[in-house]
């Protein structure tokens, strides 16, 4: 009895889900995640901002396999679904470019070195290596860079020391140590490249910098800035990408902003905050997206924008495609609003015919204004959802109050509380996670039904009441 139970519930929700699948993963930003890493101290940039937004774990890890003392500093090029991540960590304060000599920052260093001497361990044998680098600055200028690559199979620690040629011929004030895992000036490298360095120190010296940590042992807590469940960027830094309580529905909403950035000729240039849900195109392909089987629809939110610039706009844009090849879409720009304006952007496939998912991608400004003039406009947008799914099947008659929850949010179990004008007769209750997934389904046999939490994460889920065809009442449902 009870696995015929579960699998009319597990039946129930895949059937559902044809109706749940039109809904905008994370639409209402209400879902925020931050990670946590740990990076050696004095080494505030790295490859793990980057690693965490292809959706892996941190790339530049402590470990206690230490040449000397407790710790020592482990760094592993990863492969994504779209991409290869060499792992890296500079002790420079930006790293905006590919380039070490050209990053601010580094620590404080008054004397000549000769060289870099240190101890590592690497897996490769041959196409790949490992790289270590100085740079030498004076009044926040490099005059003089040293990188060296360090390659073969060491599977127990061995010595590096390299003679800095040519030798410097003056003191800097400011110097940068950076080391990868594969060989990032020539290619992303090879998955699974792994290089663990210990005991580093520059030769012909008479004091090590005060900050450069080579050995390792000390380690600093980071975590990376609040990125919207569900969405990606480019942006490793997360910059232009924030969450803001200025919310039209809920307690956060998406605010996205122009700031200055570099090109890749490093020139100081106007660049979006923009998220996507969904890769970027490979001619008319495009990979990601969720699933939308609409082949008429809007797309429906609500924004504010303030651009800096009084001739900057805003766009949003959705593509639809159908095995893997686009069918159709929309894009929108978006006008200065000091209020939150609800916008419909409708939604077609050239043929007619359903697509089966959809790809949307959401920019501070247009991407071709790359003056500073346009830095600062700032978007604000709530509430993204497609208008299908908002009125699909529902009883309007039925009240505002007249299906409920509470408390809502709650923390180990709430209440579904129905008037008994209405009839329950066959009612079911339905809860989705952001993504569309049916994760939660009950028959609803009394008026007050208790919900569990169970075994579902803190968070926001949705939830249908249906009676047959007929979508009783939607709604959002929170879980601290």
């Known amino acids: 009895m009870k696995r015929q139970l579960s699998l009319f519930i597990a039946s129930t929700c895949a059937l559902t889900m044809l109706s749940a699948q039109n809904i905008v993963p994370n639409g209402s930003f209400e879902n925020w995640v931050t990670k946590s890493y740990e990076l050696p101290a004095n080494y505030p ?60 920052g580094g620590i404080a260093y008054n004397q000549i070195p000769k060289g870099i001497k240190g101890y590592y361990k690497y897996n490769v044998e041959k196409k790949d290596s490992a790289l ?15 990188y060296y690559a360090l390659g073969g199979i060491h599977t127990t620690y061995s010595p590096f020391e390299f003679t800095f040629n040519p030798e410097p011929t003056q003191a800097p004030d400011t110097i940068i140590f950076v080391a990868t895992s594969s060989n990032l000036l020539v290619f992303n490298g090879i998955p699974e490249s792994s290089a663990t360095f210990d005991n580093v120190s520059l030769t012909g010296v008479t004091s090590q910098p005060e900050l450069l940590n080579g050995d390792f042992e000390t380690w600093t807590n980071y975590s990376t800035s609040p990125r919207p469940a569900a969405w990606n960027s480019s942006d490793t830094d997360n910059n232009g990408i924030l ?12 605010e996205l902003r122009t700031y200055e950035g570099r090109n890749d000729n490093n020139q100081l240039e106007a660049q979006n905050g923009w998220i996507q849900f969904g890769q970027n195109m490979n001619g008319n ?87 500073l003039s346009y830095v600062g406009a700032n978007l604000k947008i709530d509430g993204l959802a497609f208008k299908s799914h908002i009125q699909h099947n529902q009883d309007i008659s039925i009240a505002n109050d007249a299906i409920k929850f509470y408390p809502n949010p709650f923390k180990v179990s709430c209440a579904l509380v129905i008037q008994p004008e209405i009839d329950i007769t066959g009612a079911q209750l339905h809860i989705y996670s952001v993504l569309g997934a049916c994760v939660k389904m009950q028959l609803v046999i009394s008026y007050k039904t208790t919900v569990n939490k169970e075994n579902l994460l803190p968070g926001t889920y949705f939830w249908e009441v249906t009676r047959g065809d007929t979508v009783l009442k939607q709604g959002k449902l929170i879980i601290k």
């Open 45 to 104: 940039v790295s490859s793990v901002n980057e690693s965490f937004l292809r959706g892996i774990v941190s790339n530049v890890e402590k470990t206690t396999d230490a040449y000397q003392g407790q710790y020592a500093v482990k760094l592993t090029t990863l492969k994504s679904a779209s991409d290869t991540i060499g792992a890296w960590f500079a002790n420079a304060s930006d790293a905006e470019g590919g380039d070490p000599s050209s990053w601010p």
């Open 243 to 254: 969450r803001t309580t200025d919310a039209y529905v809920g307690n956060y909403a998406l």
């Open 132 to 146: 270590v680098g100085i740079v030498l600055k004076k009044n926040g200028v490099s005059y003089a860079h040293y």
């Open 285 to 371: 392909n495009f990979l990601g997206g969720f699933p939308f089987n609409q082949a008429h629809d809007k797309l429906v939110f609500y924004y504010k924008y303030a651009p800096h610039n009084p001739n900057d706009k805003a766009n949003i844009y959705i593509l639809v495609k159908r095995n893997g090849s686009w069918v159709g879409g929309n894009g929108m720009l978006l006008t200065t609003s000091a209020n939150y304006q609800y916008t419909e952007l409708s939604i077609n496939t050239n043929d007619g015919l359903a697509p089966d998912s959809a790809y949307i991608s959401i920019n501070s400004s247009d991407w071709n204004n790359k003056d």
